[in-house]
């Protein structure tokens, strides 16, 4: 992610375990790394639905102690996030637009089951 920026992850990263283990310290590290290209959420909806103007030029999405519910669609979205080349990115009054996807993703949390992994 760090030396090839135009590089796709295709993979996501899941760091699962009990509370106060550490596991948010690798995310912050890498979005101390990549500054303003990092995005942190905790709501699904940031990273699945239908508006993502906020991950326009951003090369890593930390997701922590995000539910997932087992909703379809949702599950279409992260996917494409994850391994596309391309994604569409919708900001809110705008029209969707296609871009390259350069984002790589990484899920933390204390779940046992923390994302639909297919």
Known sequence: ???GKKEMAEVCVVLRGEK????????????DIVGNHGFIS???ERFT????G?????????VEEAFWAGDQKS?????SLITSKTIDIEEKG????????????M????SDWMVPAS
């Open 42 to 44: 905790s709501s699904p």
């Open 20 to 31: 106060g283990t550490g596991k948010s310290t690798m995310g912050e590290i890498i979005l």
């Open 49 to 52: 639905g239908r508006f993502g």
């Open 1 to 3: 992610m760090v030396q």
């Open 94 to 105: 705008i029209r969707a637009t296609m871009m390259e996807n350069h984002l790589h993703v």
């Open 75 to 79: 599950q279409g979205r992260l996917k």
């Open 107 to 110: 899920m933390i949390g204390n």
């Open 54 to 62: 906020h991950l326009i030029g951003k090369l890593f999405l930390l």
